[in-house]
């Protein structure tokens, strides 16, 4: 129970990554405001936390619109009296191609919701935060921060964008007892992989080559990553990026190759 009495506000918690992430914190101990685009889907979030027993509540949030992002942050400290955690787990995927072919309104939209969106959710989440006097952040990044794929620039763009963001909103508010941080994961097994691959076994198959421990990883293990940096285990860690990508960015042999 490293997260209990804490209060903590997912973006994109409906998704896999934030919805496994929102669930992991409320066993260990963390009412969680789960919040997503989709109402639908960050409910359905919300009411699986409380049938084990946890506190939890939904809110609708497109992360690129600020009244959104503040009307959350005010609704999670409503709803549970104060709010110090804060994870931005919201993210889109643009089509890929290069420049030439990308639509710029998808390079827009990128930028809205991956980045922009993570700047509008700390800055309406931060006051609360040090009126909670401190708290943590954890921005998902990405394992495509670190290095360039084929066509995906917006993508890895806006993912390195988060990292240098989160450095300096580490240093900004170290004073004030919050500490921030990353995480990026590499591939993950999520359903975004089974429509790509259409088994499991074979995306395994064919992006664990990247890896160094020869499979993708999971999202429990992202979600263990971020209990880790929000709770009092890491009170010494901030400005950190921790990559949970079972080593892609360490050895790149089959990266490019077994990534896409």
Request: hydrophobic share 45%.
């Amino acid at each position: 129970m490293v997260l209990q009495d804490r209060v903590a506000l997912v973006s994109g918690g409906g998704g896999e990554i934030g919805g496994g992430i929102a669930l992991r914190f409320a066993a260990e101990g963390a009412a969680v405001m789960v919040c997503d685009v989709s109402l639908e889907k960050a409910q359905a979030i919300a009411q699986a936390i409380r049938d084990m027993g946890g506190k939890a509540a939904a809110h609708r949030v497109d992360a690129s619109n600020p009244l959104d992002c503040e009307q959350a942050a005010a609704a999670a400290v409503s709803a549970f009296g104060k709010l110090d955690t804060l994870v931005n787990a919201a993210a889109t995927v643009t089509p890929d191609g290069n420049v030439e072919k990308l639509d710029i309104d998808a390079w827009r939209r990128a930028l809205d919701v991956n980045f922009t969106g993570v700047f509008l959710m700390c800055k309406y989440a931060m006051p609360h935060l040090r009126a909670a006097g401190g708290g943590a952040v954890v921005n998902i990044a990405s394992s495509f921060a670190h290095f360039g794929l084929p066509g995906r620039s917006a993508y890895c763009s806006t993912k390195a964008a988060v990292i240098h963001f989160t450095q300096v909103l580490a240093i900004d508010y170290g004073p004030d007892n919050i500490r921030a941080n990353t995480i990026s994961p590499g591939p993950i097994d999520t359903e975004r992989s089974l429509r790509r691959y259409g088994t499991r076994e074979k995306a395994n198959s064919v992006r664990g080559r990247g890896q160094v421990l020869g499979r993708t990883g999971t999202v429990e293990e992202v979600a263990t990553a971020a209990a880790f940096l929000a709770s009092h285990q890491a009170s010494f860690i901030t400005g950190t990026d921790l990559r949970v990508d079972g080593g892609q960015t360490a050895f790149k042999g089959d990266s490019l190759a077994t990534s896409l």
